[in-house]
């Protein structure tokens, strides 16, 4: 009997294609759907370290990251139905929101619980998150 490769391999593989040429940009949509927290660190890694060698951009949208791949990004946009909530550096989103008013709970990641509030009571009226989050910058 014949293996092929597991969903993980071939998303490795095709993650390592997309890097052939010389490309100032690169965009990836939710590339860890499928895999495992330790292949979707590996490749997050991976990323961050070709776009610090190479200088290059790299954009990748995720649905909920763990904290440890969270942490990885130098920059983030949180998005919440397509509203921005964030953007900034990575490691200045808790203050951000702690400023705002909305702590995270001790033993939450940041990441989990700011992708998880309500956009709306059934009145109607926005609770549980800024209405608009104004960008951070250094």
Avoid at 63 to 84: K, R, T, Y
Avoid at 85 to 109: I, K, W
Wanted: proline share 4%.
């Amino acid at each position: 009997m014949m293996r092929g490769i597991s969903g993980g391999e071939r998303k490795r593989v095709t993650t390592g294609e997309m890097e052939f040429g010389m490309k100032y940009a690169s965009f990836m949509d939710e590339i860890s759907t499928g895999l495992d927290s330790a292949a979707t660190f590996d490749i997050i890694t991976t990323q961050r370290s070709i776009a610090h060698r190479l200088h290059k951009n790299i954009v990748i949208a995720l649905l909920q990251p763990s904290p440890e791949v969270f942490a990885l990004f130098d920059d983030v946009m949180i998005l919440n139905d397509g509203e921005l909530m964030y953007h900034g550096p990575c490691d200045r989103v808790q203050g951000y929101f702690d400023g705002l008013g909305f702590a995270c709970p001790v033993g939450r990641d940041i990441a989990t619980t700011y992708l998880t509030w309500e956009r709306r009571s059934s009145t109607g009226t926005r609770h549980g998150r800024p209405r608009v989050a104004k960008p951070t910058f250094s």
